[in-house]
T-cell receptor, first 117, second 116 residues
Framework: AQKVTQAQTEISVVEKEDVTLDCVYE???????LFWYKQPPSGELVFLIR??????QNEISGRYSWNFQKSTSSFNFTITASQVVDSAVYFC??????????????FGAGTQVVVTP | EAGVVQSPRYKIIEKKQPVAFWCNPI?????LYWYRQNLGQGPELLIR????????DSQLPKDRFSAERLKGVDSTLKIQPAELGDSAVYLC??????????????FGPGTRLTVT
């Protein structure tokens, strides 16, 4: 069963628009980590953020912000004032620490973000 | 600090031929991962090493895939013989997994394999 769902396959925006990427996860663990990665056309996945299950405080880093809501099992990512350089595939991932699969990342299918000038 | 190094970046082979990928993780990272990423999908774990030990190889197709990490540093992933369905990007990642499990993984640029 898919544990990380990124329902949006592709999002196209014009530069300076905001874009929000959805991530819904499924786990029975109470202790887990959530991650976001960016994969630009060059192919290398770039780590953006890690959030543990006990920290629901939202986070802002420059133009990036993350909204973690355990009640809805969601960890959404917003890019404010998008730029062409934000064009990439963004992946959400889950790491469960209590089950046998601890340390294993479950990636979503990714969301392609296309920012046009 | 150098990132995760992988080679080659691209490889084209005919089916039934063998192929090998090499990975050098970030210095000090004791955990190493091999992933396969098919087009339009997220990475899927093939094998995970803690130092020299393969602690999770449940997703590795052992009839044709093999991996090793002899000295607990760099690693090699091999496919023999390759099949058309093996065409994908093979990603290596590393992390430091101490008492706080779940540390972020750092990825290499990947090897794009095309089997013809």
């Amino acid at each position: 069963a898919q544990k990380v769902t990124q329902a949006q396959t592709e999002i196209s925006v014009v530069e300076k628009e905001d874009v929000t990427l959805d991530c819904v996860y499924e786990t029975r663990d109470t202790t887990y980590y959530l991650f976001w990665y960016k994969q630009p056309p060059s192919g290398e996945l770039v780590f953006l953020i890690r959030r543990n299950s006990f920290d629901e405080q939202n986070e802002i880093s420059g133009r990036y912000s993350w909204n973690f809501q355990k009640s809805t099992s969601s960890f959404n990512f917003t890019i404010t004032a998008s730029q062409v350089v934000d064009s990439a595939v963004y992946f959400c991932a889950l790491s469960e620490l209590e089950t046998d699969s601890w340390g294993k990342f479950q990636f979503g299918a990714g969301t392609q973000v296309v920012v046009t000038p | 600090e150098a990132g995760v190094v992988q080679s080659p970046r691209y490889k084209i082979i005919e089916k039934k031929q063998p192929v090998a990928f090499w990975c050098n993780p970030i210095s000090g990272h004791n955990t190493l991962y091999w992933y396969r990423q098919n087009l339009g999908q997220g990475p899927e774990l093939l094998i995970r090493y803690e130092n020299e030990e393969a602690v999770d190889d449940s997703q590795l197709p052992k009839d044709r895939f093999s991996a090793e990490r002899l000295k607990g540093v760099d690693s090699t992933l091999k496919i023999q013989p390759a099949e058309l369905g093996d065409s994908a990007v093979y990603l290596c990642a590393s992390s430091f997994s101490g008492t706080g499990r779940g540390y972020e993984q750092y990825f290499g640029p990947g090897t794009r394999l095309t089997v013809t």
